[in-house]
Each structure stands twice: as structure tokens, then as C-alpha cells.
């Protein structure tokens, strides 16, 4: 199981709540994984054959509306092999920013450069906070209804602590880029 793809155990976790098209595994990506996972078209569709191939999932054609749509459904075998990949140790946990990748090159374009990459990710970082936040709130109010919830809303709070810290971060490598452009 060492040479999974990760992206195999997402669509797997995913379909393990319900069937879904691969447009709608794409947006639950986009969305209410995108704090800490993403993945393109390019690498679901490819996936999700190579899931039933191994009959890991299925497919089945769904022409509710008069749309022909593939709709995928997690097997037994795929639920084993989700259950065995979650049982192990995580291999990786990884941060990859490009606003820091810039930052750290950044002497290259100077500091107003650097400031306004800055307050992008401050910007983008506020917005998804405040959507973590009302996530929160949401989960906390359905904590007794479903037991999934509990799982979901640990990951949410991960987030909402993590966003604060890069506001601070935000906050203060401004300061030190400010201060020392005016100490020169």
C-alpha cells in the first residue's frame, strides 16, 4: 500500500459518503476539501477508471434529466482499502505556498513586491477564514445528528487556527519589511 496515490483514497473517501459524478468529486474538492487537499480533472478522471478497474469503485450510467452522467460508487474491496490506507501512520504532511516561494526569492523584486504578495494571501486567508467560521458553526449544530460531523469539524477547527496564525504572520512580516525599508 506504500505506492498508493493519495488521490485514489480521496475519491474513495469521498464515495464512501455517497455516489458521485466526477464533476461532483471535483467540487467537493474544490470546496470543502480545498483547505487542505486539491486535485484537477486531469487527475480524477484518470483515477476514478483506474478505481474500477480495479474494482476498488463502480460506474454506472445515470440519464436522470436526459444527461447521460457516469455516477461512481465505492465497492466493498474499496472500502477495505480505504479502512487499511487510514489505518496507517500519514507519509507526508506537506506545506507549498507560492506566496512564500516568492517571499523567500523576493530581494529580487524588493519590498513593495513582497508587501502586496503579502496582502493578497491576507486577503485570501480572511475569506477562508470567515467560510471556516461559519463551517464551524454549522457543524457544532449538528453534532448529535450525525457522527461524521465530529470528524469534519476537527478538520475545520485545524483550519480556523491555522488561518489565524498566517493573520499574524500577515501582520507581522509587514511590520519587519516596512521597518527595515525605512531603517536604509
Known amino acids: 500500500m506504500a505506492n498508493?496515490?493519495?488521490i485514489d483514497c480521496v475519491i474513495l473517501g469521498l464515495l464512501s459518503h455517497e455516489g458521485l459524478t466526477g464533476y461532483e468529486i471535483k467540487k467537493r474538492i474544490d470546496?470543502?476539501?480545498k483547505y487542505f487537499w486539491s486535485a484537477s480533472y486531469g487527475s480524477i478522471y484518470p483515477a476514478l477508471a483506474d478505481l474500477v478497474r480495479r474494482g476498488l469503485a463502480t460506474k454506472r450510467e445515470d440519464t436522470e434529466n436526459k444527461r447521460n452522467k457516469l455516477v461512481?460508487?465505492?465497492?466493498?474491496?474499496?472500502?477495505?482499502?480505504?479502512?487499511?490506507w487510514l489505518s496507517l501512520p500519514a507519509e507526508k504532511d506537506e506545506l507549498r505556498y507560492e506566496t512564500l516561494l516568492k517571499l523567500f526569492f523576493g530581494n529580487e523584486?524588493?519590498?513593495?513586491?513582497?508587501?502586496?504578495?503579502?496582502?493578497a494571501f491576507r486577503e485570501k486567508t480572511e475569506l477562508e477564514l470567515s467560510e471556516l467560521l461559519e463551517y464551524e458553526n454549522i457543524l457544532k449544530g449538528c453534532l448529535d445528528e450525525d457522527s461524521t460531523q465530529k470528524y469534519y469539524l476537527l478538520t475545520v477547527e485545524f483550519g480556523i487556527k491555522t488561518y489565524r496564525a498566517y493573520?499574524?504572520?500577515c501582520r507581522e512580516a509587514g511590520k519587519l519589511?516596512?521597518?527595515?525599508?525605512e531603517n536604509k
Not at 74 to 83: H, M, Q, V
Not at 177 to 181: M, Q, V
Request: hydrophobic share 25%; aromatic share 8%.
Open 4 to 6: 498508493e496515490k493519495k
Open 31 to 33: 470546496t470543502t476539501l
Open 72 to 84: 461512481y460508487t465505492i465497492t466493498d474491496d474499496g472500502r477495505n482499502y480505504l479502512k487499511q
Open 109 to 119: 523584486q524588493g519590498t513593495e513586491q513582497a508587501l502586496s504578495h503579502i496582502e
Open 167 to 169: 493573520l499574524a504572520w
Open 177 to 181: 519589511l516596512k521597518d527595515t525599508e
